[in-house]
Nanobody
Framework: QVQLRESGGGTVQAGGSLRLSCAAS????????MAWFRQTPGREREWVAT???????????ALRDSVKGRFTVSHDNAKNTLYLQMSSLRAEDTAMYYC????????????????WGQGTQVTVSS
């Protein structure tokens, strides 16, 4: 079981930036998936970004269409930490953001997630 802890959330004005961090521990597989999800009250948990971390191909990323050009996902192997750099934030980005990990085959769906972080709240004021 991988343990995850998110940090970096807060309240920011529309157009501002935040960087979320997810520190991971206990992952023994060199090939795995990490992802960011977000959730607002009354809605299902929504995929935001995926990192596929492979000893062969390195790190490959995918982003939700609505955040492309504004968000960047990255992974620091030395620190075993996943990041989500968020810029040009909009009110609709307001949500609880969750870090997740799963098998290399993919973790862009909650159905394939093995471990969740506790979440960090991002609030964007208009």
């Amino acid at each position: 079981q991988v343990q995850l802890r998110e940090s970096g959330g807060g309240t920011v004005q529309a157009g501002g930036s935040l960087r979320l961090s997810c520190a991971a521990s206990g992952n023994t597989n060199p090939n795995f998936c990490m992802a960011w999800f977000r959730q607002t009250p009354g809605r299902e948990r929504e995929w935001v970004a995926t990192t596929l971390i492979s000893e062969v191909t390195g790190i490959n990323v995918a982003l939700r269409d609505s955040v492309k050009g504004r968000f960047t996902v990255s992974h620091d192997n030395a620190k075993n930490t996943l990041y989500l750099q968020m810029s040009s934030l909009r009110a609709e980005d307001t949500a609880m953001y969750y870090c997740a990990t799963g098998p290399y085959g993919g973790c862009a769906s909650p159905d394939f997630v093995d471990s969740w972080g506790q979440g960090t709240q991002v609030t964007v004021s208009s």
